[in-house]
C-alpha cells in the first residue's frame, strides 16, 4: 500500500507535531480517546463500504534515524474477535510551498473487514490517511499561530514594561529637578537682607489727639445715609435740618425731679422773714 498526501505546511513543523502524541490523537479522524489511557489510544469507527466497524486499540509513531517515522497500530474489534496491525512508513518530502507525506506498508487483518471486498478497503484507508494528514496539517498551524500569539503577547508586555520603567525614569528625574530647584529658591530666600525694624517705633507715646486728627473727621453711618437718600419730596434745607430716626434719633435729655410740697414754699417763706427783718430794722433806726 502506497499513499502520498500534499500539505502546506513546512516540514518542521510536520516533524514537531509527529513528535506530540497529543497532536497526533488529535490528528486521527473519529478517535475517541478514553480515560486514563495514552495519548494516541481510545475507540476508533472505521466506515468500509455501507458497513461500520468499531475497534478500540492504540498507535505509535516513532522517528527512525533515516529520517522517516514508524507508525505501528494494534486494534480489536468491540463487537466481535476481528484483529487489525498496520506497520507503516512515513516519509516527509519538502516541496515547493509545503510538505508531501508518502505512506508505504501493510496490514494485516481478519474478522468482519476481511469479509468486505478489497476495494472498498483500499478506498477506506485512503480517505482515512488524507484525513489523517490534513488535520495534522491544521494542528501545527494552530500550534504555530498560539505560538506567534504567546511570542507577540510576551513582546507587548516587555514593551510595556520597558514604557512603564522608562516613564518611572522620567518622573523620578523630574521629581529631582523640581526638588532641586526647590532647594535654590529656598537658598536664594535665605540670601535676602531682612530689613531690620527699629524698636523706637513701636515704643514712642502717641497722645489721644494725634489718633483723633489721624482718624479724620467722622463719616455718617451708612444707614442715616441711606435716610438721607430716601427722603423723597422734601427741599434741601428740610433734609439737611431734619433730626435722624430710628437708632439713630436724639436721645431726649432726662427730666428735672419735681421737688415736694414742704420744699416749694421754703424760698417764699425765707425771703419774707428776711423782709421783715428788714422794715423791723429801720423802724428802729427812726425812733432813736
Known amino acids: 500500500m502506497e499513499q502520498e498526501v500534499f500539505v502546506p505546511v513546512p516540514a518542521e513543523r510536520l516533524r514537531a507535531a509527529l513528535a506530540d502524541p497529543a497532536q497526533v490523537a ?17 475507540r476508533l469507527k472505521v466506515r ?30 468491540v463487537r466481535g474477535s476481528g484483529v487489525v496491525k498496520p506497520i507503516l512508513t512515513l516519509w516527509l518530502r519538502e516541496a515547493e510551498a509545503g510538505t508531501t507525506l ?7 487483518a481478519d474478522g468482519r473487514i476481511a469479509e468486505l471486498p478489497s476495494e472498498a478497503v483500499d478506498s ?22 498560539t505560538a506567534e500569539t504567546a511570542e507577540t ?6 514593551a510595556e514594561a520597558v514604557d512603564a520603567e522608562a516613564l518611572d525614569d522620567a518622573a523620578d528625574h523630574v521629581d ?8 535654590d529658591d ?29 482718624a479724620g473727621p467722622g463719616e455718617p453711618p451708612a444707614e442715616a445715609a441711606h435716610a438721607r437718600r430716601t427722603m423723597i419730596g422734601r427741599s434741601a434745607e428740610e433734609v439737611d435740618h431734619a433730626p ?32 421783715s427783718a428788714i422794715v423791723v430794722g429801720r423802724a428802729l433806726r427812726r425812733r432813736g
Open 26 to 42: 488529535r490528528a486521527i479522524p473519529g478517535l475517541q480517546q478514553d480515560a486514563g489511557t495514552e495519548p494516541v489510544a481510545g
Open 186 to 214: 529656598v537658598d536664594d530666600l535665605d540670601d535676602v537682607d531682612e530689613s531690620p525694624v527699629p524698636g523706637a517705633v513701636f515704643e514712642a507715646e502717641v497722645s489721644p489727639a494725634g489718633l483723633d486728627d489721624l
Open 153 to 158: 503577547t510576551e513582546a507587548a508586555e516587555a
Open 244 to 275: 435722624p430716626r430710628g437708632r439713630y434719633a436724639p436721645v431726649p435729655a432726662p427730666q428735672t425731679v419735681v421737688p415736694n410740697s414742704t420744699l416749694r414754699w421754703a424760698a417764699p417763706a425765707a425771703a419774707l422773714v428776711v423782709a
Open 102 to 108: 508518502r505512506f508505504e506498508g501493510t496490514a494485516s
Open 124 to 145: 477506506a484507508v485512503t480517505r482515512l490517511l488524507n484525513r489523517f494528514a490534513a488535520n495534522l496539517a491544521a494542528e501545527t498551524a494552530e500550534s504555530a499561530e
Open 176 to 183: 529631582a529637578g523640581n526638588a532641586g530647584n526647590a532647594v
Open 48 to 77: 468500509v463500504g455501507g458497513h461500520t466497524i468499531t475497534y478500540r486499540g492504540a498507535l505509535r509513531v516513532s522517528p527512525r534515524e533515516d529520517g522517516a517515522y514508524a507508525v505501528e497500530g494494534d486494534a480489536t474489534e
